[in-house]
């Protein structure tokens, strides 16, 4: 593993991401068991099928990236790699390898607006994107590739397969999203991967949500090395002396909060309201929605795009219970959608009318949604950040699946919107 500086005094920058034989040594020295809980792209969604980082599917090769790690496996790997190369006096005590930060990874990814340059489409061998290559017969039918690129890799590359960056490093956009910690518990993704497409997702500028445990075979991680400490700014660890997400292990006083702080909601969905959410399934996507009662009798609120191109959609409430459908009215415009359906023994949400008056920024919300498409309720929690006229924005982590949940407002104790679009 080789390590240049990539615009962070204190901080070198591995030119590649962790190879496969990369974390294989680290497995073989350590025994550590990194194979739970991969989702794969499947015809019909991502989907755990048992494939794990030693084999996510034919195409790769020791070379390529590992991928179906989770963040704290790559804080694991972090860990060991550091604790081996002070034994064989190659770091110093306060010198250590850890995941880069969001900070670090704009520094290192450059200033144009993708990766390659300002200029759309990517160049032929900007890097492995979604392109014509992709379509085989996993990928997913309602994704997008783009129009007249070819990679020549349906999924993973070996590493360095194309150009690197002005400061020597690969991959900075495509094949692999990395992990950048910022916590205990949420990461982001950066630098898009062979399943994306879209000019939002390939955007140098583009990060997205995940907890830490979450894998897929489109995320793996790169490695910083930081040998001046004194310049590297690093987080406090979640305990002092513990490792903390970024794999820092000196101990470090731990701050207090401060007022301004997230904390978990104070206030949860009530069993009947919780029940008043539903899992909305079909062949091509999975999401959320919610009920309600209307002049026009009980209906399935979600968005147009859970929906839309989804042969077979199913609805069933969180227990199980089928919901059958009679009918569809939606507004294109706000990409929602109502669902008259068959009245029965359910639960509803009542709906806040004057959202201006009611809802301040700052105010608690949740949003439980079908976290992933797996069919579990997951309660995120967060903030209102702002209120327009078209849309309410707010801090909560949003998952695949979540889409057309409701936005519950805490202290009204009413819905509030629709989860529409995270960003």
Same mark, same amino acid.
């Given at each position: 593993?080789?390590?240049?500086?990539?615009?962070?005094?204190?901080?070198?920058?591995? %030119?590649?991401?962790?190879?496969?034989?990369?974390?294989?040594?680290?497995?073989?020295?350590?025994?550590?068991?990194?194979?739970?809980?991969?989702? *794969?792209?499947?015809?019909?969604?991502?989907?755990?099928?048992?494939?794990?980082?030693?084999?996510?599917?034919?195409?790769?090769?020791?070379?390529?990236?590992?991928?179906?790690?989770?963040?704290?496996?790559?804080?694991?790997?972090?860990?060991?790699?550091?604790?081996?190369?002070?034994?064989?006096?190659?770091?110093?005590?306060?010198?250590?390898?850890?995941?880069?930060?969001?900070?670090?990874?704009?520094?290192?990814?450059?200033?144009?607006?993708?990766?390659?340059?300002?200029?759309?489409?990517?160049?032929?061998?900007?890097?492995?994107?979604?392109?014509?290559?992709?379509?085989?017969?996993?990928?997913?039918? *309602?994704?997008?590739?783009?129009?007249?690129?070819?990679?020549?890799?349906?999924?993973?590359?070996? %590493?360095?397969?194309?150009?690197?960056?002005?400061?020597?490093?690969?991959?900075?956009?495509?094949?692999?999203?990395?992990?950048?910690?910022?916590? *205990?518990?949420?990461?982001?993704?950066?630098?898009?991967?062979?399943?994306? *497409?879209?000019?939002?997702?390939?955007?140098?500028?583009?990060?997205?949500?995940?907890?830490?445990?979450?894998?897929?075979?489109?995320?793996?991680?790169?490695?910083?090395?930081?040998?001046?400490?004194?310049?590297?700014?690093?987080?406090?660890?979640?305990?002092?002396?513990?490792?903390?997400?970024?794999?820092?292990?000196?101990?470090?006083?731990?701050?207090?909060?401060?007022?301004?702080?997230?904390?978990?909601?104070?206030?949860?969905?009530?069993?009947?309201?919780?029940?008043?959410? %539903?899992?909305?399934?079909?062949?091509?996507?999975?999401?959320?929605?919610?009920?309600?009662?209307?002049?026009?009798?009980?209906?399935?609120?979600?968005?147009?795009?859970?929906?839309?191109?989804?042969?077979?959609?199913?609805?069933?409430?969180?227990?199980?219970?089928?919901?059958?459908?009679?009918?569809?009215?939606?507004?294109?415009?706000?990409?929602?959608?109502?669902?008259?359906?068959?009245?029965?023994?359910?639960?509803?949400?009542?709906?806040?009318?004057?959202?201006?008056?009611?809802?301040?920024?700052?105010?608690?919300?949740?949003?439980?949604?079908?976290?992933?498409?797996?069919?579990?309720?997951?309660?995120?929690?967060?903030?209102?950040?702002?209120?327009?006229?078209?849309?309410?924005?707010?801090?909560?982590?949003?998952?695949?699946?979540?889409?057309?949940?409701?936005?519950?407002?805490?202290?009204?104790?009413?819905?509030?919107?629709?989860?529409?679009?995270?960003?």
């Amino acid at each position: 593993m080789k390590f240049v500086p990539a615009g962070t005094d204190g901080v070198l920058f591995s %030119v590649w991401d962790v190879r496969v034989k990369d974390f294989q040594a680290f497995v073989d020295a350590t025994g550590y068991n990194a194979t739970a809980g991969v989702y *794969s792209m499947q015809s019909g969604g991502w989907k755990k099928i048992g494939d794990t980082w030693k084999s996510p599917g034919c195409w790769e090769t020791e070379n390529d990236p590992v991928v179906g790690v989770r963040g704290d496996d790559a804080v694991a790997f972090c860990h060991w790699l550091t604790k081996k190369e002070r034994a064989e006096g190659k770091l110093a005590a306060n010198q250590e390898f850890r995941v880069p930060t969001n900070a670090e990874w704009n520094n290192a990814v450059g200033s144009t607006r993708y990766p390659w340059g300002d200029e759309w489409p990517p160049p032929a061998g900007a890097g492995n994107y979604a392109g014509n290559e992709a379509r085989d017969n996993d990928w997913i039918r *309602s994704y997008t590739t783009i129009a007249g690129y070819d990679d020549g890799y349906p999924r993973t590359s070996p %590493v360095g397969s194309f150009k690197p960056n002005a400061y020597g490093l690969y991959d900075m956009g495509g094949n692999i999203w990395q992990w950048c910690l910022e916590n *205990s518990k949420y990461t982001t993704l950066r630098g898009a991967a062979w399943s994306k *497409s879209t000019k939002e997702d390939l955007a140098s500028s583009r990060s997205s949500l995940l907890t830490i445990s979450r894998t897929a075979t489109d995320i793996g991680f790169r490695v910083v090395l930081v040998v001046s400490p004194q310049l590297a700014s690093t987080p406090a660890p979640a305990n002092p002396g513990a490792a903390n997400a970024f794999g820092t292990f000196a101990p470090t006083p731990t701050p207090s909060p401060t007022p301004e702080e997230h904390t978990a909601p104070t206030v949860k969905l009530t069993e009947d309201q919780a029940r008043a959410v %539903v899992l909305i399934k079909g062949d091509n996507a999975e999401g959320t929605g919610f009920l309600v009662k209307t002049p026009d009798g009980p209906m399935v609120v979600t968005n147009i795009h859970v929906i839309s191109n989804n042969p077979n959609l199913q609805i069933t409430t969180n227990t199980g219970m089928p919901i059958t459908i009679l009918s569809y009215k939606g507004a294109t415009d706000r990409d929602m959608v109502m669902i008259a359906i068959k009245d029965g023994d359910f639960k509803y949400l009542d709906l806040a009318t004057d959202i201006s008056g009611t809802v301040q920024p700052g105010d608690e919300v949740v949003t439980p949604g079908n976290s992933e498409g797996g069919e579990v309720m997951l309660n995120t929690d967060g903030k209102v950040l702002g209120i327009g006229p078209d849309r309410v924005e707010f801090d909560n982590p949003i998952y695949h699946g979540n889409s057309g949940g409701p936005v519950f407002h805490v202290k009204s104790g009413k819905v509030i919107g629709v989860v529409t679009e995270a960003m």
